[in-house]
């Protein structure tokens, strides 16, 4: 990192498709822990990192199929 306005992480666009789930795994392990006791800057890189590659995941997959047992309530 060069500077505090760098942008952190691969771009997701470039992640192929195990690379993309093998990062989001990773942030999801780490969640908790960087909610709890991360910096502020930890927790905003932490956000960002996933809204971006979960924005991804979406986008190459907005068919994805929904496990009707996951479903709280009727959408």
Same mark, same amino acid.
């Given at each position: 990192?060069?500077? !505090?306005?760098? $942008?952190?992480?691969?771009?997701?666009?470039?992640?192929?498709? $195990?690379?993309?789930?093998?990062?989001?795994?990773?942030?999801?392990? !780490? +969640?908790?822990?960087?909610?709890?006791?991360?910096?502020?800057? !930890?927790?905003?890189?932490?956000?960002? +990192?996933? !809204?971006?590659? $979960?924005?991804?995941?979406?986008?190459?997959?907005?068919?994805? $199929?929904?496990?009707?047992?996951?479903?709280?309530?009727?959408?």
């Amino acid at each position: 990192m060069t500077n !505090a306005g760098a $942008e952190l992480g691969v771009d997701p666009a470039t992640l192929d498709d $195990e690379d993309i789930f093998r990062e989001l795994a990773s942030l999801y392990r !780490a +969640r908790l822990a960087t909610l709890r006791h991360g910096p502020n800057a !930890a927790l905003d890189n932490h956000f960002r +990192r996933t !809204a971006d590659l $979960e924005t991804e995941y979406m986008t190459r997959y907005p068919g994805r $199929e929904v496990d009707p047992s996951r479903l709280t309530q009727d959408f």
